[in-house]
């Protein structure tokens, strides 16, 4: 159990540490920073585990060798630089300003006391307006900041629990759990390098909605073929199943990964920290029912894919009523949160509003070429 504990502590860990990445990130980079780590170690790690199990024989062996590199954690207490944002929620802005000076050491940059000085006389400043500092109820007080923070919770539980389950389900496909293990988890780089290509593109919503958008339907086809071949008594197409559920893991893993991201920037500066914490808490907590949702398979073969393939587009179509965060100024405090995307609409897209803006540039770029060519003639 104390092996255990250490997996569940370090989880939690990283989960804090994304928002970490997210601080001390420009924006340019969040997504790349974040995509590579999880991208290429957990795709290693994943592709590694079911043989390390068979390596070690038995459960204890594995627990001890994947439990045992989480030892090194607490040493990052004193690599990792502190928040400088919690520092200055806890008014300890000498040692907001080590951090930020330690960090532009590390980048080769040289910032100028005065600098310093001025950050330091603004968020004294800023924090004289603020009688209280704000908590994680803050989020649910208001309605409009309450349904977001509503969807974030039901979006993390979701993409959790299909993650968690989608990754465990490799038993019945008609291939050795151990391989297709291992070939499932070859989809967590791609996802990862489109993230890096396309998120910053084409906005969070679309990113997350059109990930469980794509990975519910194919997991709910794989389901379908595996009620038509149960149904007729035939054999099942082996290569067709283990195609669509890496495809399945593969629109998963882009949505996993993009929700973090997403909730790192939606939830208000003034409680990211507690916000994002509990809700990936909560999403974790949820993958306590997808052994269950596994073992409806005793009793009717495609009952796991029909109930993620539902939670997928289900949570897709919440993802729509979230407000888009891509080149927005992100919400710092709890009004800043209740008024974020307060016009926008479920239709409303960053890549669809940057094609209008751009339409419109050239069209008034041709309107001042035609002005100025009929005054060339006039004259």
Not at 199 to 211: L, T, V, Y
Request: hydrophobic content about 45%; some cysteine.
């Amino acid at each position: 159990m104390f092996f255990v504990g250490s997996v569940v502590g370090s989880l939690l860990f990283g989960f804090l540490a994304d928002s970490l990445v997210m601080e001390y990130l420009r924006p340019s980079l969040r997504t790349v920073g974040l995509s590579i780590c999880i991208g290429f170690f957990y795709c290693l790690g994943s592709m590694a585990a079911p043989w390390i199990a068979v390596l070690l024989h038995t459960w204890r062996g594995f627990l001890l060798a994947t439990s045992a590199p989480f030892a090194i954690v607490p040493l990052f207490y004193f690599i990792v630089p502190e928040s400088v944002q919690w520092l200055i929620s806890k008014q300890k802005y000498d040692k907001a300003v080590q951090c930020l000076m330690r960090v532009a050491k590390i980048n080769g940059r040289t910032v100028d006391e005065s600098v310093y000085t001025e950050f330091i006389d603004e968020c004294k400043r800023s924090q004289l307006h603020t009688k209280s500092g704000p908590n994680l109820f803050g989020l649910f007080v208001t309605p409009r900041l309450r349904r977001n923070t509503l969807i974030l919770f039901f979006k993390s539980m979701v993409i959790t629990l299909c993650y968690d389950a989608v990754s465990r389900n490799v038993q019945g496909l008609g291939i050795s759990p151990f391989v297709m293990f291992t070939l499932s988890a070859t989809a967590i780089l791609p996802a990862c390098i489109l993230l890096i290509v396309l998120q910053d593109r084409i906005g969070r919503k679309a990113m997350a909605s059109m990930s469980l958008l794509l990975s519910g339907v194919f997991i709910s086809v794989t389901g379908a073929i595996l009620f038509c071949t149960d149904r007729s008594g035939g054999e099942k197409d082996v290569l067709l199943v283990v195609v669509l559920s890496v495809i399945g893991r593969f629109g998963v893993t882009v949505a996993y990964n993009s929700g973090a991201q997403y909730a790192t920037e939606l939830i208000p500066t003034c409680v990211r920290g507690q916000g994002v914490a509990v809700v990936h808490v909560m999403g974790y907590a949820f993958t306590f029912f997808s052994s269950y949702i596994l073992y409806t398979r005793s009793f009717f073969q495609p009952m796991p894919e029909i109930i993620l393939g539902i939670l997928s587009l289900l949570g897709a179509g919440l993802c729509l009523l979230l407000p888009e965060t891509l080149n927005r100024t992100l919400p710092t405090s709890l009004e800043d949160g209740e008024n974020f995307g307060k016009n926008e609409r479920w239709y409303n897209f960053s890549f669809l509003e940057q094609r209008t803006q751009s339409v419109d540039v050239l069209a008034a770029n041709a309107g001042s070429q035609s002005i100025r060519d009929n005054g060339a003639a006039y004259f």
